[in-house]
C-alpha cells in the first residue's frame, strides 16, 4: 500500500482504539471537570460570551475550548464522550498535519512522513493530551496548522497557505493567548536563520491575512474590555505576567527542571534513542535545517517553559513535534545492523512494561499502591503481547523500520485499551465523581441541594446536572471571580464561612436537608455543622453526609 493508505489505516486503528470505552469514566478534577462543567452550562445558558464555571464567571482562558466542549455535547449528548470526541479528533488531526510537515522537511520522502506521523500519534504525552480534556490539544493542532500553513507557503508559495497561518495563529489565541504563537513563531525564525532562504515580499494577502488574525483572536477579547475596562489588567497582566512569573498565581509552581525530567519520560521510548542518536552524531554532520529544528523547535521553547514559574506537563506539547521529526531524522542514518539494534532494545521495553501491566492485579492486592485493578484487566496486555509476537513472527516484512512502527501501534492499541478499565475502576483515586453522583443517585437524594465543604467539585455538577454550594473554608482555589458579577447572586452557588454577613444563608441552606460531601475533616470550628445530619458514608477520601 501507499504511505498515504498506511496513515489512514493507522488512524483508523488509532481512533478506534481511542473511542472504546472513551465516556466509561467521568470527568476528572481538576482542568478537565472545569471545562466539562463550563461547556454543559454554556450550552444550558446560551451565553457564549461569558463562561461560568458553577454559576460565576470564569475568564482563566479564552472562550474556544468551552465552545468545543459545547458543542461536542451538543452534538453527541451531555455525558463524558461529548467532552471528550473532540479532542480525540484534534490529536487525529495534528498527526495529519505531522504527515505534512514530515513531507516537507524530508523533502517529500513519504516513507519518513510516515514514522514521523505514527511516532507523533503514539508518543504517550499526546495519549494523555487526547484523553485528558484542556485547551492544550485543541493549542496544539492549531499551532500545528499555523506552522505547516507558513511552512508550505515558504516551500511553495500560496496565499492560501498564508491564510491557514494566520487563520490558525488566530484561532490558537483564542484558545491561550499569546502562548499560542510560540510554536509557529520558532518554525520561522527556524526556516530563515543561517539558511540564506529568500525572503517573500508582503502582498496584499499578507495584510488580509492580518486583519484576519485580529478579527478571529482579537475581537472576544476587545468585547470583554470594551463591556468592563477592567479586564485590560485581567488579562494583560493577571493571565499574562503572573502567570509566567508568579508560581503562586495559580498553585502551579514546580522546579526548573520540573520539563527536562518529564518531557523525555512522556516521550518513551523515542527520547531515549534521540538523545543517544544526538550525541553519537557529529554536530558538524547534521544539516542546518535539523540543527535549527532542535534549537528552534524544541530547546528554545523547552527553556521558555522551564523559566516560567507556572508548569503543567501538557503545556510544553509545542516541542514534540520537533522532538519526533528530529528522531525520524537521526535514526534515518542509521545503518539497518543499527536500527535493528533499537529494533530489540525497544520491542524489550514494550515487552517489560506489558508484563507488568499483566501482573498489575497481583501488584494491587499484595502493594499498597492504593489502585484497583480487576483480574480481568490483565487480558488486555496479555493479549497485546500474543498479537505482536505472532504478528511480527509470521509476517514476512524484512526491513526494520516497518515492523518497529507495526509495534509501536500495537503497543499503544494494548495501553489504551488496558488504560481504560483502570480508569472506570479507581475513579474516585483518579479525582472522578461519578461514583459520588452515582450513590445519591442510589440514596434518592438528587433532588436535594448538594453542599460541598472547601473543595471547588465541577465533575459532581456535571455528573448530576445541577450546581452544587460551594463552602469556602479557607481554601484558594475557591477563591472566585466575583468582581465581574453584575449582582450578589453568586452567594447562591459560593459561601465564605469565615463572612458573617454570609451566617444566615448557610443556615436557611441546612434546615433544608441538604447534602454535604466532605474531604478529609471539617475544621474544628465547623463541627456544629454535623448535628444537622444524621447518616454518613464514606467513599474514598470523600464522606457523604445527609
Known sequence: MTSRRWLWLFLLVLGAAFLLQLGSWGPLESSEARYSEIGREMLKGRDWLH????????FHKPPLTYWLTAAGLGLFGENTLGVRLLPVLAVLLQVVIMYGLGLLLFQHDRARALAAAVIYGTLPVILISALNVTTDAYLATLELAAAYGILRYYHQGGPRW??????????????????GFI??????????????????????HHWLGFALFVLVGLSWYLYLMAEDPAFVRYFLYEHTVERFANAATFNRAKPWWFYLVLAPATSLPWAVALIVRAIQTPWASVPR???????????????????SKSKLLLYVLPIFPGVVLLTVYYLGRCTEAALHRWYVSILAFYGLLLGLLCMLPVFSAVFPLGLEVRPYTAAYPAAGV??????????????IAPRLLVATVLFTVTLLLTAKPIMQQNELAFNGSRPLAQFIRDKNLQSR????????????????VQLPVSLNDGNSSLNRETQFEPNNSWHKYLLYLDDPKQEPLLGSLLLQQPVMLVKGDIKPERQWMLRYFKQ????GKWTVLW
Open 51 to 58: 463562561p461560568r464555571l458553577l454559576g460565576i464567571q470564569h
Open 162 to 179: 498564508l491564510y491557514l497561518f494566520w487563520i490558525g495563529l488566530g484561532l490558537a489565541f483564542l484558545t491561550k493567548g499569546p502562548v
Open 183 to 204: 510554536l509557529p513563531l520558532m518554525v520561522m525564525l527556524g526556516f530563515y536563520v543561517k539558511q540564506g532562504q529568500a525572503k517573500r515580499p508582503l502582498t496584499v
Open 289 to 307: 535545517q535539523w540543527r535549527n529544528v532542535l534549537i528552534f523547535w524544541v530547546l528554545v521553547p523547552l527553556l521558555f517553559f522551564s523559566l
Open 386 to 399: 500474543v498479537v505482536m509476537v505472532l504478528l511480527l513472527t509470521l509476517w514476512t516484512q524484512v526491513r
Open 449 to 464: 441541594q448538594v453542599l460541598v465543604y472547601n473543595e471547588l467539585l465541577p465533575s459532581l455538577a456535571f455528573e448530576l
Open 536 to 539: 454518613q458514608q464514606k467513599l
